[in-house]
């Protein structure tokens, strides 16, 4: 079995000229990944250039949908003619994008033998994407872990006996349609945060949903159990906003951060390596099988 980490891409539109495309974004990004040629990985110059093979595949079932393998450029050491020797080794992991309309989910196969980290691929993806994004559209890309809600928990439970005040930032990411498609056990508070995101993202306000005891100089106390906070930290969880807990002491701890390394805190999924080979030719079986596989994979996790 192949674990993926997951992760999910922004849009910048910083640029000036950026708006005007910006209905398309996903359009052309998915055209930068239309084919092995359409785009190469490279970075860095002279003696300290590398290039990250790749080879792409666009399912049948759903266009939108890609999978890709890209290679790390390293060398190994090993012995030929009882002699050690340094040879080129481009050992490949598979990356799933899900481009649909309104998806934006990338999950990057954990594989140690061909990158030190699923960030490590992150890097290089968005880095080399981004460039040609603005390049051709002035629109630019990231790309970002996504975080069980748990992290959360645990900082709390560090803190929880002098935590004065949790902060709750509601405008700071663009929210998953998958989200917005969940069933909510508590519309109220979740139909606000989304209308509230909604709105203050178009007339680019910022606000901010501030939580403290009803008693001064008393701790708070976070219900782990409470359907109201369950869905604000998956709120959260999904659009990579931050919260932040604030202490007695005035100290603030940040949950969910994106520059974090490959951790186990990032949402993980596993699917048979098996079916992914089958689609590259690497082992035998039935393609629209293997597809209908990876669609099942790409549903809302």
């Known amino acids: 079995m192949a674990k993926f980490s997951h992760y999910y891409l922004k849009y910048k539109l910083d640029d000036i000229f950026a708006q005007e495309l910006k209905a398309e974004r996903q359009k052309l990004f998915g055209e930068m990944l239309e084919k092995d040629d359409s785009i190469s990985f490279i970075l860095g110059e002279d003696e300290n250039k590398k290039h990250y093979?790749?080879?792409?595949?666009?399912?049948?079932?759903n266009h939108d949908i890609i999978v890709m393998r890209i290679a790390n450029d390293s060398k190994k050491d090993v012995i030929q003619d009882f002699k050690k020797m340094s040879v080129r080794h481009e050992p490949p992991?598979?990356?799933?994008?899900?481009?649909?309309?309104?998806?934006?989910?990338?999950?990057?196969?954990?594989?140690k033998d061909a990158w030190?980290?699923?960030?490590?691929?992150?890097k290089v993806m968005t880095t080399v994407l981004d460039k040609a994004l603005r390049r051709s559209c002035y629109i630019g890309i990231s790309m970002h872990?996504?975080?069980?809600?748990?992290?959360?928990?645990?900082?709390?439970?560090m803190h929880q006996h002098h935590t004065s005040r949790l902060w709750f930032g509601l405008t700071e990411g663009e929210i998953p349609q998958s989200f917005r498609t969940e069933p909510q056990t508590d519309d109220t508070i979740m139909g606000f945060a989304l209308e509230v995101n909604e709105e203050l993202q178009r007339k680019k306000y910022r606000t901010e949903l501030v939580l403290s005891s009803a008693q001064n100089n008393t701790p708070l106390f976070v219900d782990?159990?409470?359907?109201?906070?369950?869905?604000l930290v998956n709120f959260h969880a999904l659009t990579g906003s931050p919260i932040v807990i604030e202490t007695s002491d005035g100290a603030?701890?940040?949950?969910?951060?994106?520059?974090e390394e490959d951790s186990a805190n990032i949402i993980t999924s596993e699917m048979d390596r098996n079916i992914l080979d089958i689609l590259f030719g690497e082992a035998e079986g039935d393609v629209a099988t293997a597809e209908s596989k990876v669609m099942e994979f790409c549903k809302p996790y």
């Open 145 to 157: 872990p996504q975080y069980y809600p748990k992290d959360f928990y645990k900082a709390w439970r």
């Open 224 to 231: 782990e159990d409470s359907v109201y906070i369950r869905n």
């Open 93 to 111: 992991c598979y990356v799933i994008i899900d481009n649909r309309e309104h998806c934006r989910r990338v999950a990057i196969q954990r594989n």
């Open 116 to 122: 030190a980290s699923t960030d490590s691929v992150a």
């Open 252 to 259: 603030r701890f940040t949950c969910f951060i994106d520059d």
């Open 53 to 61: 093979k790749h080879m792409v595949k666009h399912l049948r079932l």
